[in-house]
């Protein structure tokens, strides 16, 4: 079985344009004509979905070992290995983690294999599908800090090297810094669309003894930067861009609290949630369809999916006989396929993929390919360690 195409009730921009403007309201159950399918992934901690119903994430080593870890996996949900969970660096990392993977079957990850010891015992490292190499080597005094790959094999993140900090991309081998759009300022980088497209943020030069100025949404191609100077004020976050060079963030709105908006060719739109509050999105997908999270009229989150010029609470798409409570969006695909966290009851919490009706679900996790760590694994979990410390320290830089 090979990934299905979606159906064709995903909306054009325009649309979604020309009815999220204060028209948009969160739909009853009632106006929905079907339920989503619900794919459970078991112990798969989901990181990111694929446009081939694969499932990039996390899973425990072997239970029955007395060491703690995870490593970095797959999960197909299709294809001669629909329902699998595999290891994708193999027995040779001790530890390893999944940050992000693309069309191609690159995955991008956190990996240790004892090499090294200290804060930064783990590396970034690229799977080809047979094969990880190193995204850089810290004995050239380099640090970087990858957060995202697209399907032309690109890495974004964040480079140090001497005291210097700032944007960069990886591609081919190549560390190639990005150049700063204020002189003396600093910037981070944040996506890449397939056309090559960075976007970012970027502050000029300023204080430190102050608090730190609103950014500058900045979108770099060719390396070359280019301010987004028709932004409305109130910047709060993005979270995603489109090959479209459609971008979702929110912005502060001091009736409304945060407020989700797309922002598209010079304009920054409002996504239209009106009786909601502090809606932050978290992805876009090709078509132009958002999911995101907000505060509903009762204090209580609202995880939503905009699409066709509606705004649908998750819950509303889910078959109600499972009782199952949404905790987190992570992902949507081109398919309109939405990869999440929530959990029946009181049950434990379980990563899932939702499917649109006209779509083949995937299928259930049915093995699992768990790797034993070799003796030397607990000198090798400073791993955990250095990813946060990775993200902490980038968070505190620019104000994440």
Known sequence: ?????????????????????????????????????????????????????????????????SIWGSFAALYSGYGPDAGSVRAVLGPRSAHSRGIDFNDRGEVLAWESDGSRTGNWSGRPVLWDGSAARPVYDPDDGVLFIPN????????????????????????????????????????????????????????????????????HP??????????????????NGFADMNDAGQIVGSRYDPDRGYQGFLYQDGETID???PEWVHSNPVAINGEGDVIGSAQGPDGNTVWYLASEGSVIPLEDLLPPELGWTVVELLD??????????GHAGWGPQTSFILTPPGMDAPAAVSTVD??????????????????????????????R
């Open 370 to 399: 768990q790797v034993v760590p070799e003796p030397t694994t607990l000198a090798m979990l400073g791993l955990i360690g250095a990813t946060g410390l990775a993200r902490r320290a980038v968070r505190r830089r620019w104000g």
């Open 271 to 273: 996504l239209g949630l």
């Open 1 to 65: 079985m090979v990934a299905p195409s979606r159906p064709r009730m995903a909306l054009a921009a325009a649309a979604l344009l020309a009815t999220s403007i204060g028209h948009a309201v969160p739909s009853t159950a009632s106006e929905i004509p079907a339920r989503y399918h619900f794919t459970g992934l078991g112990s798969l901690e989901g990181v990111r979905l694929n446009n081939l119903g694969q499932v990039l994430g996390s899973s425990p080593v072997n239970k029955h070992t």
């Open 148 to 215: 995202r790959l697209n399907n032309q094999g690109m890495v974004t993140g964040y480079a140090s090297e001497l005291g210097a900090y700032g944007p960069a991309t990886w591609v081919d081998g190549r560390l190639e810094r990005l150049a700063e759009p204020f002189q003396g300022g600093e910037s981070y980088a944040i996506t890449a669309n397939d056309r090559g497209q960075v976007l970012g943020l970027a502050w000029p030069e300023y204080d430190r003894s102050l608090p730190t100025p609103e950014p």
């Open 332 to 341: 949507l695909n081109d398919s309109g396929q939405i990869l999440g966290v």
């Open 218 to 235: 900045v979108i770099w191609e060719g390396g070359q930067p280019r301010l987004l100077e028709s932004w409305l004020g109130g910047y």
